[in-house]
């Protein structure tokens, strides 16, 4: 699956423009790690989606963060997200 990147929350790592290939079937049989960087359904509106890192892993929820703490929302705002938001791990990043 294939996503481009529109915002600056994960930068130096993502930019905006640039494009990511997402490995779907990464957690079917396993779990995120931490350091991981996932897309996932944006809790507040299931329709968008949202590229972030797993930073911490509490009671099987995800708490995630943007690498650009001052562009990101994030889990500081919206709490840990459910692993059936997941949609798969980052696989490819190609430099718009």
Same mark, same amino acid.
Do not use: C, W
């Given at each position: 699956m294939r996503f481009r990147i529109e915002d600056?929350?994960?930068?130096?790592? *993502?930019?905006? %423009?640039?494009?990511?290939? @997402? +490995? /779907? *079937?990464?957690? $079917?049989? %396993?779990?995120p790690?931490? %350091?991981? @960087?996932? @897309?996932?359904k944006d809790p507040k509106e299931k329709n968008k989606f949202l590229v972030k890192r797993v930073s /911490?892993?509490?009671s099987n929820k995800?708490? $995630?963060v943007g690498? +650009? /703490?001052r562009y990101s929302q994030d889990s500081r705002h919206f709490g840990p997200i +459910?692993? +059936? *938001?997941? @949609? %798969?791990? *980052?696989l490819m990043?190609?430099?718009?």
């Open positions: 600056r929350s994960m930068e130096p790592t *993502l930019k905006s %423009g640039d494009y990511i290939i @997402v +490995n /779907k *079937l990464a957690y $079917v049989f %396993g779990k790690s931490k %350091g991981d @960087v996932i @897309v996932f /911490k892993i509490i995800y708490f $995630v690498d +650009n /703490k +459910n692993k +059936n *938001l997941i @949609v %798969g791990k *980052l990043h190609i430099r718009q």
